[in-house]
């Protein structure tokens, strides 16, 4: 069976029709997701755009152990797998974080192509001034990357992985996809601030605007998946063919009063804009408990496989699963270093037993240190984010002894707006518990399970 993985950053599944959402519009992937398993409860593990790279490519839960930046050497991968199982593996992606300084994210394929331009500054200015048309802007850059190298191998044995950066910020698509969502836009953008958006002096208006042109990418990358779709029909490989579609996390647009995915401060309690006004360097930036919410911590997961019938599954799972079950399709033993659990049975309609337990966080930091948290460059955390513990019926928040915890009901309370910590203490008790046991199961070392042994 041929693989193919596609990750979209920064993708809201509560945004998306057929997750129920009604702000954007989808045409393609729904279809996609009428003709396969539905995943309703996928979390994220590490958290954000590398970590959770890093957990797809290792099959394993790596926020307990690596901060953000670098593959080990010693890590194996998905792609080496498949590559040494005798898959040509291709990787094509315009995500600035798989190549650069080191990160070894194409290790193990037989090629990989990087798409310059996502990172800010001059390299992005550059690529941006020679657009002429929708096909010069990055996500159909990637997809129209993916589906000529499908023309040219599509019939050997294959695992194809492509990763956009799109709907991620900047969001500067081509302005007919936003005026759908905005009708009188005029080409304005939005940053967001990565803190409290009031305190910053931002409008309603201006998370309007932002969400607008967000939608706008996320129907433009629809569109381009739907490329990538009609060409394997083309090509007849639709019955040997798994395709899976999912990405790394959300972001918040005024939820719990915040406007990004972490929150950011200058020294002074300057906001970002007034700290880059004054000359402020990114590693002057420090770190502030950054919880992990639901329209944060979950996740779209869609899974197309040949001969299934269209169902939806409410198993527990998370990213990591994917290198599992990806090489459970190909008939690849998985390696004993992976953590997590195939979700072939799940997909085949043979179990709808999921994870008792799933875990979303960012990498483990102590308030004090230097971490990298959001880019390769570090800031001092001064204070330590939670993680975000499920089971399904309850979401757990818990950073480290002696800081705040929060607990909601996960299916009653989604938008998490009734803590329930202090009136169900037996709850948070037993979840804090079940979490150390976890992080015992997993390898965590004795330094940051300490940190968190208890309440």
């Not at 201006?206 to 996320?218: K, N």
């Not at 337990?357 to 230097?370: I, N």
């Amino acid at each position: 069976m041929n693989l193919i993985l596609v990750i979209a950053d920064t993708l809201r599944k509560d945004y998306l029709p057929c997750y129920g959402g009604k702000r954007a519009t989808t045409p393609n992937l729904d279809r996609f997701a009428a003709l396969g398993t539905v995943f309703d409860r996928c979390s994220a593990a590490s958290f954000p755009t590398v970590p959770a790279r890093a957990d797809i490519m290792t099959g394993k839960y790596t926020f307990t152990r690596l901060d953000w930046g670098p593959l080990p050497q010693e890590e194996i991968t998905l792609a080496g797998c498949l590559s040494a199982a005798g898959y040509l593996t291709f990787g094509i992606g315009d995500t600035p974080f798989l190549l650069r300084n080191g990160y070894g994210l194409d290790r193990g394929f037989s090629d990989f192509v990087w798409i310059r331009g996502q990172r800010s500054g001059p390299e992005h200015d550059d690529v941006v001034l020679q657009r002429r048309s929708e096909e010069d802007y990055f996500a159909p850059m990637t997809f129209r990357g993916a589906t000529e190298w499908l023309q040219r191998h599509y019939r050997e044995r294959f695992f194809l992985y492509v990763d956009t950066w799109d709907p991620h910020e900047p969001w500067d698509p081509p302005e007919y996809y936003v005026h759908p969502y905005l009708s009188e836009y005029a080409g304005e953008q939005v940053e967001p601030n990565y803190w409290d958006w009031r305190a910053d002096g931002y409008s309603e208006r201006d998370l309007e605007i932002a969400r607008a042109c967000y939608c706008g990418e996320i129907t433009m990358v629809d569109r381009w998946f739907g490329v990538l779709m009609e060409r394997l029909e083309r090509l007849d490989l639709l019955d040997n063919t798994a395709v899976l579609f999912t990405s790394d996390h959300g972001f918040y647009f005024g939820e719990h009063g915040q406007f990004g995915k972490r929150r950011f401060r200058w020294p002074g309690d300057l906001a970002i804009e007034e700290g880059f006004r004054r000359g402020l360097k990114l590693g002057q930036g420090r770190v502030y408990r950054s919880p992990l919410h639901a329209e944060v911590a979950r996740v779209p997961l869609l899974a197309y496989l040949p001969d299934r019938h269209p169902r939806r599954s409410s198993a527990l799972c998370s990213l990591p699963d994917l290198a599992p079950t990806l090489l459970d399709l190909a008939g690849v033993a998985v390696p004993p270093t992976m953590q997590a659990t195939s979700l072939v049975p799940v997909l085949r309609g043979a179990s709808e037993r999921g994870h008792p337990l799933v875990v979303t966080s960012a990498p483990f930091e102590e308030a004090g240190r230097v971490s990298k948290t959001v880019d390769d460059i570090g800031r001092e955390a001064v204070e330590t984010s939670p993680s975000t513990i499920t089971d399904g019926e309850w979401d757990f928040l818990y950073a480290v002894e002696g800081d705040p915890v929060e607990l909601y009901r996960s299916l009653e309370d989604p938008a998490h707006a009734h803590d329930l910590s202090s009136a169900c203490r037996d709850v948070v008790e037993a979840l804090h518990g079940r979490f150390v046991a976890w992080l015992e199961h997993t390898g965590t070392s004795e330094h940051a399970l300490e940190a968190r042994r208890r309440l």
